[in-house]
């Protein structure tokens, strides 16, 4: 079946615009990622969702991110204002049945953000 | 707070020789631990899982716990491992962490 689809593949912004990243999760996985990859590090957990409870969002870098999930289908990452920092692989991964610890994510193909 | 380690950023062997990619953690209660891989053009994947005890593409981990790593090996290189491997740990609802990643080069 499908895997993970994220969009948009690439996208170059001006510093201070808004983007809105989209993740598509493979259908029946309840729990669902975001991460960050900056150039040279490692994946930085941002966000978790798991079916429709409130999401912790302690990992969010600044009140500039947010993120929200449709029941257990779509999510959108969305960061207003952004600055050049932001530019990273934003990666986004789903899991199942619960997500819970020593499952394994799924990952789609990233976004690559680039803030001008 | 939990940390994941992997001191190399290049590794780089020939096709036939051992391989072994190093992982160091930290953690405080009984790790969950993987080894995901990412080849050229392709997006990131799951290799193995300690908790799954199984040798994938010939490739085994074993958790020490009293050194606090989960280093990765493999008796024969073969020219397809070439990639990026991460290690990771945890899961759940505090997502996973990882290494920064050591790019594996395997010379012909």
């Known amino acids: 079946g499908a895997g993970v689809s994220q969009s948009p593949s690439n996208k170059v912004t001006e510093k201070g615009k808004d983007v809105e990243l989209r993740c598509d999760p493979i259908?029946?996985?309840?729990?669902l990622y975001w991460y960050r990859q900056r150039l040279g590090q490692g994946l930085e957990f941002l966000i978790y969702f798991q079916g429709n409870s409130a999401p912790d969002k302690s990992g969010l870098p600044s009140d500039r991110f947010s993120a929200e999930r449709t029941g257990e289908s779509v999510s959108t990452l969305t960061i207003q204002r952004t600055q050049q920092e932001d530019s990273a692989v934003y990666l986004c991964a789903s899991s199942w049945p619960a997500g819970g610890v020593g499952y394994e994510q799924y990952f789609g193909p990233g976004t690559r953000l680039t803030v001008t | 707070a939990q940390r994941v380690t992997q001191p190399e950023k290049l590794l780089s062997v020939f096709k036939g020789a051992p391989v072994e990619l190093k992982c160091n953690y930290s953690?405080?209660?009984?790790?969950?631990l993987f080894w995901y891989v990412q080849y050229s053009r392709q997006r990131l994947q799951l290799l193995l899982r300690h908790i799954s005890r199984e040798s994938i593409k010939g490739f085994t981990a074993d958790l020490n716990k009293g050194e606090t790593s989960f280093h990765l090996k493999k008796p024969f290189a073969q020219e397809e491992d070439s990639a990026m491997y991460y290690c990771?740990?945890?899961?759940?609802?505090?997502?996973?962490?990882f290494g920064k990643g050591t790019h594996l080069i395997i010379q012909p």
């Open positions: 990771a740990l945890g899961g759940g609802a505090d997502g996973l962490t």
């Open positions: 953690y405080s209660g009984s790790p969950e």
């Open positions: 259908s029946g996985h309840t729990a």
